[in-house]
């Protein structure tokens, strides 16, 4: 039922029925299959509809289950989404990023789960290199992982979702550190994620540094058309998807529009009051997420 649940959200687009789907397999799964329930729901459909602050504990619950019962690698795989949402919606501090990702290493190393654990390794590394304990802050290569090693062994393994979770972090570091060119590079090269691994919430983070590194190409390069052109699309995805769930997505339309809007503000006073208007109604809203 779960499963079912997330076809009918990833090829209906049906967010009210893929949820009671969700949530009627989760009641009706045996304590055994929790850990797999719990990933499949939260993993895949809870986002879409609610705040990505209520796929936390369950995410975490099912890693521990998962571990007590010897699901490791669905524990794996629930600790893996439990970061990747909590790291890029902000909900989970850097630190406990760090510190929760090599207790889960060391569990899925002595279950010799290798290519979980590798799924692991770029939110990892991206976290540390936003505490500037990396040598590049824009090249995922540090303690945890070596950026180029891990892309070949992606490549040699056709592992395509390692592949893009090293490309999505990437984007976010080097948007964060001010490479837009590296940032959008990295994102155009996952934009069919969506085509790829329907539903997950990695869909909606490469959406946001796609746009908001277009944005700062429009401002930084003379193709400035082309790039506010794109900043757009990936707005009008934010736009849509803040329709059945606007407290993961209504921020996110704001700061996009702010972005907007600032390009046009030297010549207009009218956008220059919707940029600011929309900056602090988006940091507002990121507030109340």
Aim: glycine content about 6%; overall charge positive.
């Amino acid at each position: 039922l779960t499963t079912y649940g997330v076809l009918l959200y990833a090829i209906l687009k049906d967010i009210k029925q893929a949820d009671r789907f969700g949530q009627l397999g989760l009641s009706l799964s045996r304590k055994a299959f929790i850990p797999r329930s719990s990933f499949v729901v939260h993993g895949f459909i809870t986002h879409w509809r609610y705040s990505i602050v209520l796929t936390l504990d369950p995410l975490i619950t099912a890693y521990h289950e998962g571990l007590a019962s010897g699901d490791i690698e669905y524990a794996g795989y629930s600790a893996l989404v439990y970061n990747v949402h909590g790291f890029h919606s902000g909900q989970v501090s850097i630190q406990s990023v760090i510190q929760g990702q090599k207790l889960c290493m060391q569990e899925l190393t002595k279950a010799a789960k290798s290519s979980v654990s590798d799924l692991l390794r770029p939110v990892q590394q991206a976290a540390v290199n936003l505490t500037g304990q990396s040598q590049d802050p824009v090249v995922l290569t540090g303690e945890v992982m070596d950026e180029e090693g891990l892309l070949q062994r992606s490549a040699e393994t056709a592992n395509v979702l390692l592949d893009y979770y090293i490309r999505m972090n990437v984007a976010c570091v080097s948007y964060i550190f001010g490479d837009y060119d590296r940032a959008s590079v990295q994102s155009l090269k996952i934009q069919d994620i969506a085509d790829k691994f329907p539903a997950v919430y990695a869909i909606n983070v490469q959406a946001f540094y796609d746009g908001l590194s277009s944005y700062a190409l429009a401002r930084t390069t003379n193709s400035r058309t082309k790039w506010i052109k794109r900043g757009r699309k990936m707005m009008k995805k934010f736009i849509n998807w803040a329709r059945d769930c606007p407290s993961n997505n209504t921020h996110k339309v704001l700061l996009l529009k702010a972005e907007d809007a600032s390009l046009f503000a030297l010549k207009s006073k009218k956008k220059r009051e919707i940029a600011e208007q929309a900056y602090n109604a988006a940091i507002l809203g990121a507030n109340d997420t």
